[in-house]
T-cell receptor, first 116, second 110 residues
């Protein structure tokens, strides 16, 4: 596709439900990032993939969060047993380059998760 | 840990006025600095990217400067228009994690 595509755009979950958020990066982009953006704040790093390898997951808030990119293209962020504090916009970004001097980042429109 | 601060947090100006948005960062060992625009309910759109070896970048009415030694970047928007109303984010690339400022929300009044 022409840009980074994320789905669903909006998700309402009851506390305790599992959710899966999908990111389809720009074709050929090596690097893929997930960020969490709370209301009124800048995005916070969650995890980073270089192709299919998850090189850093230090930003994942708890072991309820899991991300994968099995074929080095589409990525899924899964949140198990959702809690109210998980409510945020989850942004996916991709970049042509590898780590260090990553270069220009392209963001999707985000998935807004609301946990009731 | 890189800390990125943007001042002011919000700005309201009449149409036609020039905008000056400030970004400061604590770790000068950056690879590049990028300015993004974020519209409500939308993702981030890249405006300008300044490599660490550069002092400024220009695109149309936008100009961004970078002074690594003092840990500062400034985004100038000339002759503002109502369509420039958005939140502007400054992002420092020290490594792949990237560090974001909280943004400056700009309102341009017609």
């Amino acid at each position: 596709g022409a840009g980074v595509s994320q789905s669903p755009r909006y998700k309402v979950a009851k506390r305790g439900q599992d959710v899966a958020l999908r990111c389809d990066p720009i074709s050929g982009h090596v690097s893929l990032f997930w960020y969490q953006q709370a209301l009124g704040q800048g995005p916070e790093f969650l995890t980073y993939f270089q192709n299919e390898a998850q090189l850093d997951k230090s930003g994942l808030p708890s072991d309820r969060f899991f991300a994968e990119r099995p074929e080095g293209s589409v990525s899924t962020l899964k949140i198990q047993r959702t809690q109210q504090e998980d409510s945020a916009v989850y942004l996916c970004a991709s970049s042509l380059g590898e780590t260090a001097n990553t270069g220009e980042l392209f963001f999707g429109e985000g998935s807004r998760l609301t946990v009731l | 840990k890189q800390e990125v601060t943007q001042i002011p947090a919000a700005l309201s100006v009449p149409e036609g006025e020039n905008l000056v948005l400030n970004c400061s960062f604590t770790d000068s060992a950056i690879y590049n600095l990028q300015w993004f625009r974020q519209d409500p309910g939308k993702g981030l759109t890249s405006l300008l990217l300044i490599q660490s070896s550069q002092r400024e970048q220009t695109s149309g009415r936008l100009n961004a400067s970078l002074d690594k030694s003092s840990g500062r970047s400034t985004l100038y928007i000339a002759a503002s228009q109502p369509g420039d109303s958005a939140t502007y984010l400054c992002v420092c690339d020290n490594d792949y994690k990237l560090s974001f400022g909280a943004g400056t929300t700009v309102t341009v009044r017609a």
